[in-house]
């Protein structure tokens, strides 16, 4: 395919999951907003093209596995799961209704096509690692993505994690950080910030990248790349923004967790299909 | 008929007016929290005193063996998370570097129970008031309002003791008179009864009220008792109310194992061994929805406290 071929599908896709994220949480009147804006275009990558897997057989026994530890942005992952076909769209207007296969964090009794249950930050990696730990005692080619958040990365389990899986040279990983340099309370950098970022996880034995995580292409490559490493594990670091995609989150001090009536996030949808030209200004 | 209100307050701006009234009294009162300081409105004690409160950021383990450190150099540090986070998180922390060391840390955990409604089961603290009852010299606190938070947040912040209190951030019903006084480890009889008594905590309490409202017009007087305290538990008290009224349903927004519930079980079974029902999740893990809906799951709601005060009743 065409590198701008590439773009276009990826970037369509990437604007479904996310229209679809917003029209979930506006009819909702809250959510996770920012931290799920943020991952919207590595999850159009994973989904687009790179994961293996089939929505008719979300056990399909040889599918990759993506670990969403940072687990309050499932509403994202949730849009992404039901585009691609593994339940029906209609389905994301029951996210935290009681009863839904699709609570506010990720949850692998629940949802077809999760595999690991999160929402404790820190934990999902730990699986992760676990994950590819066994598929690779397996001999299997099953592979694994985890995403983290950067607030998560305070957690000292992820820095136990690191550097087990530093050593550990787990070929059929590939970690994120959405470095959206955000957290609940505010910026990383005034909370406890994770700055040199890249170095510490060089530090502790990974191969690191930093590319910019609302580009599909970049992503795209720098995950070709991590897979080609062989014989280290591999993370990358998507420079993100929190909220991005969505006027009423964006480049707010407070967009972690939000509430909206489901006439602001209908403009706010709006507003996207503006910038990413679906429609006319 | 009981005067069970909605407060025009929210817990947690009622918290933090009575936290800050506190460390302007004390100077050395410490708070700390993991990235919920605008969740849980500490970020206005942060305000106030800059110097005197930290944000460690998402580090539960972290921010509890460091309040065991300020502990150690004379302050009283109340370290502040999810309670979820304190009970699984940071549990080894609170234990060894906090209780066994004998050092007096004071943790608050907020979003108890089904109180933690959206953010579902994995957010959801059935079990931390029997993980904080299992650690010896922990004070063990849920308050029910702002009344009563009011009354015991101060003796908690005093208590040499390490201790645990559970409490709302959100709307709650009130139970209480404001102004009215409580004493750490002594249960309040709210409404008198002679037929069956009610033990509640919590979110449960207001339900327990409802209940007795209930009973009453099928003419069963049932006595009402908060126990805000459940470690060290009013054992005279409740040993007195299964004494003269020969059957006690316990009502709690906890697992009923290792809760409430099992606590008055083991008075019980010692002191005045009489019949007893557990009202409360019935060893479930929690799930997403709103509180009306999770109360019905889990049979939680007055009329499920009320029948089984009935039966039990019935059947004396
Ligand atoms: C162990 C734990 N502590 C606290 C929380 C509450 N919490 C949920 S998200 C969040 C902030 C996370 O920040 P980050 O990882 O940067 O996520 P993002 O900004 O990408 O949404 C916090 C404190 C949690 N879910 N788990």
Known sequence: MQATDKREQLERFASAIRIETMAALGQLGFGHIGGCMSIVELLAVLYGGVMRYRPEDPGWPDRDWLVLSKGHAGPALYAALAVKGFFPLEELKTINQGGTRLPSHADRQRTPGVDISTGSLGQGFSSGLGAALGHRIDGRSNRVFIILGDGECQEGQIWEGALWGGNAALDNLVVFVDYNRQQLDGYVMDISPMEPFARKWESFGWHVQQVDGHDVIAVDRAIEEALDASGRSSVILLDTKKGYGCSLAEGKTMNHHMRFSKEEMDQAIHDWKIRCGEVAP | ?316
């Not at chain 2, 959801?124 to 008031?129: H, K, S, T, Y």
């Not at chain 2, 009453?216 to 805000?228: C, E, L, N, T």
């Open chain 2, 1 to 316: 008929m009981t005067a069970v209100r909605w407060d025009e307050k929210v817990m947690k701006d009622v918290y933090i007016e009575a936290l800050l009234a506190l460390a302007e009294e004390d100077s050395r009162i410490v708070v700390l929290n993991a990235d919920l300081m605008n969740s849980d409105g500490t970020v206005k004690f942060a305000e106030a005193f800059p110097h005197r409160a930290v944000n460690v950021g998402v580090q539960e383990a972290n921010m509890v063996g460091m309040a065991a450190g300020l502990a150690a150099v004379g302050k009283i540090p109340l370290a502040h998370t999810f309670a979820c986070f304190h009970a699984r998180r940071a549990l080894d922390q609170a234990y060894m570097s906090g209780a066994y060391a004998g050092l007096p840390i004071k943790l608050v955990g907020t979003d108890p129970g089904i109180t933690a409604a959206y953010n579902g089961g994995t957010h959801m603290p059935l079990e931390d008031v029997g993980v904080f009852r299992g650690i010896p010299d922990m004070l063990v606190v849920e308050v029910v309002d702002t009344v009563s938070m009011q009354s015991l947040l101060p003796q908690v912040v005093r208590s040499p003791q390490p201790a645990y209190l559970r409490i709302s951030r959100k709307e709650t019903e009130t139970v209480y008179e404001r102004g009215q006084d409580l004493n750490l480890g002594k249960g309040v009889v709210l409404r008198p009864g002679s037929d069956v008594t009610i033990a509640a905590a919590g979110l449960m309490t207001a339900e327990s009220l409802r209940a007795a409202d209930i009973l009453a017009g099928r003419g069963i007087s049932a006595r009402v008792v908060h126990f805000h305290t459940v470690k060290p538990l009013d054992r005279e008290l409740l040993a007195d109310c299964a004494r003269t009224t020969g059957a006690v349903v316990t009502a709690e927004n906890h697992n009923i194992n290792n809760g409430l519930g099992s606590a008055v079980a083991e008075v019980l079974g010692e002191e005045c061994p009489v019949p007893l029902h557990r009202i409360g999740v019935q060893d479930r893990f929690g799930e997403v929805g709103s509180v009306e809906y999770l109360q019905k799951t889990f049979g939680m709601t007055a009329a499920d406290v009320a029948a089984a005060a009935q039966t039990l009743y019935e059947n004396l």
